[in-house]
């Protein structure tokens, strides 16, 4: 059965579709998308709450949308499994309404891409924090597996030995971790130059970066500056659980965590 009745269908009007929200089984509620933003915005900003309450719940939200300029309509389900757990921070920090909901982060989730041609290159990536990944080399190159920060590979192990991917030919670049208070715990300048493409670029701080990224997870935070300006960051959320699959799949070393 369709999960609109008949008197809540999204409906034409100079050829534009309305988008619905719906929370359980009450009436959807129209969505409205300013000049074609990416972003959809409750018209009636007093069932919010509803809508939010819901989520962080872990209740049943389904959403309805259309394409802009061609209107092909989609319906999907929203998930949202950390989300009890952000709103409290919201709770405490800022002072959000208590609904009532406790809620832990939950275990990690990987999303596994390996390649068909058994060339030996692989990509990993967190649900739901999608910037921290890890990637493994074609072989034909040399392999090696190294933590990634949105579109940079950075630290890991290749041929044997410790090595950073991102390279910093000034001297400029730098990669910092901080714990869950923004406390700087990790500070070390990025390799200025590059080895071999079998041994990859000589770095023996990625063994105490990797030690030290391991414990500040989940609640740390990974980053990488050019010029004192951040290029590239990520939650550490799911480190442990990529570190593992490099355990296992490639030449990462054993890392225990003392919290």
Request: charged share 25%.
């Amino acid at each position: 059965m369709p999960w609109l009745d008949n008197r809540c269908r999204g409906t034409t009007q100079k050829g534009h579709r309305t988008h619905l929200v719906r929370v359980g089984e009450r009436a959807p509620n129209s969505l409205s998308g300013p000049n074609q933003q990416e972003a959809l915005t409750l018209t009636n900003s007093q069932r919010a709450e509803a809508v939010v309450s819901a989520l962080v719940k872990g209740s049943r939200v389904r959403l309805r949308y259309f394409d802009w300029p061609d209107y092909a309509k989609h319906d999907t389900e929203l998930d949202a499994p950390n989300l009890a757990y952000v709103y409290n921070m919201g709770r405490d920090e800022c002072g959000w309404k208590d609904i009532g909901v406790s809620g832990g982060l939950s275990d990690a989730e990987l999303d596994i891409y390996k390649s068909d041609d058994r060339d030996g290159f692989a990509r990993v990536n967190v649900v739901g924090n999608e910037d921290l990944g890890i990637q493994k080399g074609f072989d034909e190159y040399g392999g090696g597996c190294h933590i990634s920060i949105g579109v940079s590979s950075t630290f890991g192990i290749k041929g044997g030995r410790w090595t950073n991917e991102e390279v910093s030919i000034g001297g400029d670049g730098k990669m910092v971790i901080k714990n869950d208070g923004g406390k700087v715990v990790f500070s070390e300048n990025l390799p200025e130059s590059y080895g071999s493409q079998e041994r990859g670029n000589h770095w023996p701080p990625a063994e105490n970066a990797a030690e030290v990224a391991f414990e500040e997870s989940p609640h740390g935070s990974i980053e990488i500056l050019e010029m004192g300006y951040t290029s590239e960051k990520a939650s550490l959320y799911g480190f442990k659980r990529l570190w593992e699959w490099g355990v296992k799949n490639c030449s990462l070393p054993s890392l225990t965590s003392g919290k």
